[in-house]
């Protein structure tokens, strides 16, 4: 958070709602800083099994959420209105319970990715979805349709853009795809998660994890987020909530001159 307000960045902050209930007073602080509080399920992260939103039923899909959503309002008071799927796993079940919730934002759908057996995403079921928001079909998220849940796609170049490409890419490469991506859309979503600033031999982690994605964890990472905000920066991009990052266009509170739109984003489980 002190790194955002360096750069006067105010980032969207997904919580699961186990972290929420656990540690109320950090996410309250978010809030206080103005940051944009979501939802990333309720206890993503487990060593054995992960909650899949691709393969739960309606009924578990929206306990998970609907504890989220409680633990996160108890803390700040309010009901936060925009959903990441752990894993970017989620089905068009998750959608309607995300609309039955109140919710009106999704940053789920792995839009142009493929992990090619490093990362989590191994389908192409969402890989020609739009790279702009959308809203997307209930009969297929790949498509745009009448959900009245925005859609703004994490970025991707086949690889995801985000801190884990960064630190085993490399710079050089992750600005090639920032490029790649900016011929085709307004919008760059980067992610990041907090175990990334931690050193990966102090952590236990899941076994579906890749040891590629555990490459490079340390507090030195802090400053390739700096190297990549300055080179972002330069390419002409401005910082944008993503419930900001409409169709191209963001609100008047936001830079109105910008051409391109970056938004910043980091789970919390």
Request: contains cysteine; proline residues 6%.
């Amino acid at each position: 958070m002190d790194l955002c307000a360096r750069y006067g960045i105010i980032g969207t902050i997904f919580f699961t709602g186990r972290f929420a209930e656990m540690y109320p007073d950090l996410v309250h602080e978010c809030y206080r800083r103005g940051h944009e509080l979501g939802t990333h399920g309720w206890e993503h992260g487990g060593l054995e099994e992960d909650e899949d939103f691709r393969r739960a039923g309606y009924g578990q899909q929206r306990d998970w959420i609907r504890r989220a959503t409680d633990a996160v309002d108890q803390a700040t008071g309010i009901r936060p209105v925009i959903f990441r799927a752990p894993n970017l796993r989620i089905g068009e079940v998750t959608f309607r319970v995300l609309e039955d919730e109140g919710y009106q934002y999704d940053s789920s759908i792995p839009a142009r990715r493929f992990d090619m057996g490093f990362g989590r995403v191994h389908y192409t079921q969402y890989f020609w979805a739009p790279l702009e928001p959308y809203n997307p079909s209930w009969q297929g998220l790949h498509r745009p349709g009448k959900s009245p849940i925005l859609e703004i796609p994490p970025s991707a170049c086949l690889f995801p853009i985000n801190l884990a490409s960064l630190r085993v890419l490399g710079l050089p490469t992750v600005k090639r795809m920032i490029d790649w991506v900016g011929r085709r859309s307004q919008h760059l979503v980067f992610y990041c998660h907090p175990s990334e600033f931690l050193y990966a031999r102090d952590q236990v982690f899941p076994r579906s994890m890749s040891k590629w994605n555990q490459r490079g964890m340390n507090p030195a990472n802090l400053s390739l987020i700096e190297s990549l905000i300055d080179t972002v920066f330069a390419l002409g991009y401005t910082p944008a909530l993503l419930v900001n990052a409409v169709h191209g266009r963001i609100e008047a509170t936001q830079s109105s001159a910008a051409s391109r739109l970056g938004s910043l984003r980091s789970d919390l489980i």
